[in-house]
């Protein structure tokens, strides 16, 4: 069972928080032999310390900053698809499941920010694993607005919806149930968050802090039951504590943000989580939420230089999910429903929405994606050229 698991994070500077997260494993005896760290990084970083600190911890591990990514691309023939995973920006994280699909020894893979910590009583890892495992009776979450707001549980107390939640969504009515998960229905596990709140920057500011965090707080006691999303409807996926299967890399591709002519940023997680949420409808599977939560100590930093980022793209945060709520209704795989929604999205015309040209950009980057993975392993059956759907890995 070595390393089976990839543990992917994006860092520039915070990325000593791995001690911790390898303290909190040794602490609950979980194997770290099952783990292989890829820090993506950039040139102008630490990347003789990254490397010194994972041997002294005794860790597997590498890391890339932009000189290796290329050299990565160009050793695997893919330099040719090198721009899907955008330079200086969290959707880098990209790589790593790039990394993963090349490598098939890795059945799981972990994103882990750099400005988390895992809480001392939990077994990050092993909780992590122990709900992709899961199955039995579970909490199931719907509203009337078709989405879901993951920190719902004591919303009436904080008031709180998370980054790249829909404002026209808001103010729905919640209805809880229970559902029946069966074995391997879970496909993807996302921890939720202490302290500093995942919000986006309206919200931070609605929130009267100019330093891009939150004065409003979350704790242990703001989060109750786990819990998944009932079928059809949506909720916001956050990449800073998240564990997945293998088998969702190629509808799990996190969106190329930051670097395009339309300044559209801050949605690379959040659209990725629409489009693996319509994946998993579709297919069957679930995602499971609640435990374990991480610390989000988010560093500060201009609520406005968020908001300059996030401006571009709030419209058609708010369309997104309606362009692709009925894409690939008759697909067998994460690949073919994918690529059904990147067909919606390439070939649409959004000239109605602020940038709407973007959404033809992110379709276009998504059918490179798929011909990427189908490059890195032909022998997955993700065929390039036009035959990307025959199956997946």
């Known amino acids: 069972m070595n390393q089976d698991i990839c543990v992917i994070v994006p860092t520039i500077r915070e990325y000593e928080c791995m001690r911790s997260y390898f303290a909190n494993a040794r602490d ?15 040139d102008f970083c630490e990347t003789d310390e ?44 990209s790589f790593g499941l790039l990394y ?29 694993m122990e709900n992709l495992a899961f199955e039995g009776e579970i909490e199931s979450v719907a509203s009337d607005e078709q989405w879901v707001n993951v920190l719902y549980q004591n919303a009436e107390e904080h008031g709180l919806y998370p980054r790249g939640y829909p404002y026209s969504a808001m103010g729905e009515t919640v209805e809880t149930g229970t559902t029946e998960i069966d074995g391997g229905e879970v496909v993807a596990s996302q921890g939720l968050w202490t302290n500093v709140p995942d919000l986006d920057a ?12 939150a004065q409003t707080r979350t704790s242990s006691d703001d989060f109750g039951e786990d819990f998944v999303a009932a079928r059809d409807n949506y909720l916001t996926v956050c990449s800073m504590n998240l564990a997945f299967r293998r088998e ?47 610390e989000h100590n988010k560093a500060p930093r201009s609520t406005f230089d968020d908001l300059n980022n996030e401006v571009p793209g709030l419209e058609l945060n708010e369309h997104l ?32 929405y602020n940038n709407g040209a973007f959404f033809n950009h992110v379709g276009e980057y998504m059918r490179d994606w798929l011909d990427c993975l ?9 065929e390039a050229d036009g035959a990307r759907v025959v199956a997946d890995d």
């Open 248 to 294: 969702v890399i190629p509808a799990f591709y996190q969106l190329p943000m930051d670097e395009n002519e339309w300044d559209v940023g801050r949605f690379d997680d959040i659209w990725s989580g629409v489009f693996l949420k319509r994946a998993c409808d579709v297919l069957g599977k679930r995602i499971y939420n609640g435990a374990p939560l991480c």
């Open 374 to 382: 189908a490059t890195l392993r032909p022998a997955a059956g993700l």
């Open 50 to 93: 990254m490397e010194a600190m994972l041997e002294e911890e005794g860790v597997s591990g590498e890391v890339f900053d932009g000189s290796r990514r290329e050299e990565w691309y160009e050793a695997h023939d893919v330099a040719e698809y090198g721009h899907v995973v955008p330079a200086a920006s969290h959707a880098e994280t």
């Open 202 to 213: 309206v919200r931070i500011l609605m929130d009267g802090d100019l330093e891009g965090q």
């Open 100 to 128: 993963m699909w090349a490598h098939d020894e890795f059945d799981y893979g972990f994103f882990i920010d750099d400005d988390t910590l895992p809480h001392e009583d939990e077994d990050f890892f092993g909780t992590h």
């Open 321 to 352: 999910w309606q362009v692709i709520d009925e894409a690939g209704s008759d697909a067998d795989s994460y690949a073919a429903v994918f690529e059904a929604m990147a067909d919606e999205l390439a070939e649409g015309d959004w000239d109605d």
């Open 28 to 42: 609950h005896g979980f194997d770290l032999e099952r783990l292989h760290v890829v820090l993506v990084t950039e």
